[in-house]
């Protein structure tokens, strides 16, 4: 997918399909940053990649966890969320450094918080509320 890539969501469900695409080609190690304000479907998108990638369970929001792991298929998928973290503790840092630096998908909702610590392969993806149910998804970087 190039970086003008973007695509217009009507439904929960359009955003899953949007996510099985968006992991079809992945090899292990790619990062996703999700840009977007609260409800916007970060964690939505993040449902449906982890299905596609084999996650027989539930995804939930990882809000006070920080960070929840699905097995996938192949692959193990990293589910963080930074919403709540302020100023990230060193020790915090080195473990999300190893997290997104395997071979594993990772997904990070808020990833503002982290910038420094992200890949320079992270795709850069801003979701936005257009409606009740719609949204647009739109690879910036
Ligand atoms: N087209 C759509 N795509 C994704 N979600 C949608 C869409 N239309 C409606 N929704 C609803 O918007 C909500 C998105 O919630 P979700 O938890 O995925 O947001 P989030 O961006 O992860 O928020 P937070 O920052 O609080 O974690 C869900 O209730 C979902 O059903
Ligand atoms: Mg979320």
Request: proline fraction near 14%; charge should be positive; glycine fraction near 14%.
């Given at each position: 997918m190039d970086t003008e890539a973007s695509i217009i969501s009507k439904s929960p469900e359009e955003t899953i399909n949007f996510a099985k695409e968006l992991v079809r080609?992945?090899?292990?190690g790619e990062v996703f940053a999700l840009i977007g304000e609260?409800?916007?479907g970060k964690t939505q998108l993040v449902k449906g990649a982890a299905l596609a990638l084999g996650f027989k369970g539930e995804v939930t929001s990882?809000?006070?966890?920080l960070v929840h792991c699905y097995k996938g298929e192949k692959f193990d998928i990293f589910h963080i969320d930074l919403?709540?973290?302020e100023n990230v503790p060193s020790i915090l840092s080195h473990y999300l450094e190893e997290i997104l630096y395997a071979e594993a998908i990772c997904f990070v909702e808020w990833p503002q918080k982290i910038e420094k610590l992200l890949p320079s392969w992270t795709q850069y993806w801003e979701i936005t509320i257009i409606a009740q149910n719609e949204r647009k998804i739109k690879r910036i970087r």
């Open positions: 080609p992945c090899q292990g609260l409800g916007s990882p809000t006070f966890s919403y709540r973290v």
